[in-house]
């Protein structure tokens, strides 16, 4: 670690920042995995699906860049190398041969549900080592998440 005159313990400074490169390598996977879908969708709904794809990626960017800074912040390395992310992304693979919109949805989806659900596992790491800022870095994209996981869950639900 670098120094820095940071005044967390440098054991949890040493434990967010295995944390936060955790999520930065899925957060990495969500964004490439978004474009993939943004470059493949094809369908009756490719307008709308497309645009909200690259709206969903830029929102994703944000939240790796602002996982990143605060790895540095902590006196860390953050580690976003292709060959990192695809070592230790925990996210579900993406299929590379679909097309069909709501095909994109769902993979995108399931995605989505498993980066919200490490996100909340991380919110409870944090808070557990007094790291509030942490914490509420990963509250913040939390919400976000969840509220594009509902946009994408809204296109595969019908009237009941």
């Known amino acids: 670690m670098y120094q820095t005159s940071n005044d967390l313990p440098l054991q949890t400074r040493d434990a967010m920042i295995r944390l936060l490169n955790a999520r930065l390598a899925d ?9 993939q879908a943004h470059w493949n969708v094809k369908g009756p709904n490719f307008i709308a699906l497309h645009e ?15 996982i990143a800074e605060r790895v540095t912040a902590l006196g860390g390395i953050a580690y976003g190398t292709a060959q990192t992310v695809a070592e230790k992304s925990t996210l579900p693979g993406y299929p590379t041969d679909i097309a069909d919109g709501l095909a994109h949805v769902k993979a995108l989806a399931a995605s989505f549900s498993t980066f919200g659900t490490a996100l909340r596992a991380a919110i409870d790491t944090a808070d557990g080592v007094g790291d509030a800022d942490t914490t509420d870095l990963f509250t913040s994209m939390s919400r976000a998440i969840d509220k594009s996981l509902w946009f994408l869950e809204a296109h595969l639900q019908s009237d009941k």
């Open 52 to 66: 909200l794809f690259d709206k969903f990626h830029n929102e994703v960017e944000d939240h790796y860049d602002t």
């Open 27 to 35: 957060a990495i996977d969500l964004a490439l995995q978004i474009k």
